[in-house]
């Protein structure tokens, strides 16, 4: 008798236990990966997707990502006692490659670190932040502009390097102060025009440039603007919907989290108008723990954007995660990021 009710118990435990399980996996009926705020992204082989800093390029059917591929122990630079400058190896620039925004193939890293010349840029114990690529249309050449460090960030530079293929390898073609002033903090963008700009953080940060391009996209013209003067804005990510500029940007509070700002313009090279905070949920003041490094457009989904963001990790620099989320669009030129813990592509978009 007591044998036959403890089956019994037993057995009801397993129908509820399956009829549970049936109810999840029907919910995620569709075998779509979800992306989920924060957490360990994996890519196609299996290995955590190292691209910090980054931005995606949408070129032929194909997304490419590319970001930071930090070296895997963090330290505090000895050297640099006034701050919390957490470093790791720079390791140089990796690329991912994606259909669906979901799966991601390693294509390697694309720009090399120079392991044997402790005089170059590209060395390890430098800094190489916040690569960007955008496809020059003329030239037929993929460029990629990025912040270009000394191990303290005293040398504020960019650094320019091209391709004849996105996922080759990109050739070094050195660095500068454009518009003879720092440079740290940067996006590129390219404008249905195919004019092309440089926004930086300049000015010891204190300053937002905003630089056009010459037409073969590898140095300033000279035509630039100083933007949110004395604002301490870095971060910058822009994005153009209906003839309207808009650019998303953080404070400056080195790897630590701080509130988001949006601003809209006319034109790329202002005047500005400042919005305020875009993102709203749960830790939406500190931008959910994250700090803007780019905004897609989804290819051939109309006024369908994605804001990404570095969820940092300032003592293991490496396990910084990812934080993407929608973007919707309000009257007035108004903008929300709302809080999700995951969601679907194809849900959304
Ligand atoms: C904040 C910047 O946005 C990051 O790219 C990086 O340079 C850190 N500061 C370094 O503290």
Known sequence: MKKSFTFSIIAL???????????????????????????IWLDTDGNQINAHGGGIMYHEG???????YKGDSTYWNPKVPNWECYRTEAGGVSCYSSTDLTNWKFEGVVLKPDLENEDSELHPSNVLERPKVIYND????FVLWLHVDSHNYGKAAAGVAVCDTPNGNFEY???MRPNEAMSRDMTLFKDDDGKAYHVYSSEENRTLYISLLTDDYLKPTGTFTRNFVDKSREAPAVFKKDGKYYILSSGCTAWDPNQAEYAVADSMLGEWTVMGDPCSGKDAHITFYGQSTHVLPIAGKDGAYMAMFDKWNKTDLIDSRYIWLPIEFKADNKIDIAWQDKWQVSQVF
């Open 173 to 175: 073609l050195g660095s």
């Open 138 to 141: 003329q030239t037929k050449k």
């Open 13 to 39: 435990v397993l129908v509820l236990f399956s009829c549970g399980e049936k109810k999840t996996s029907s919910q995620a009926s569709s075998t779509e990966p979800f992306i989920e705020s924060g957490a």
């Open 62 to 68: 194909t997304y490419y990502w590319y970001g930071e």
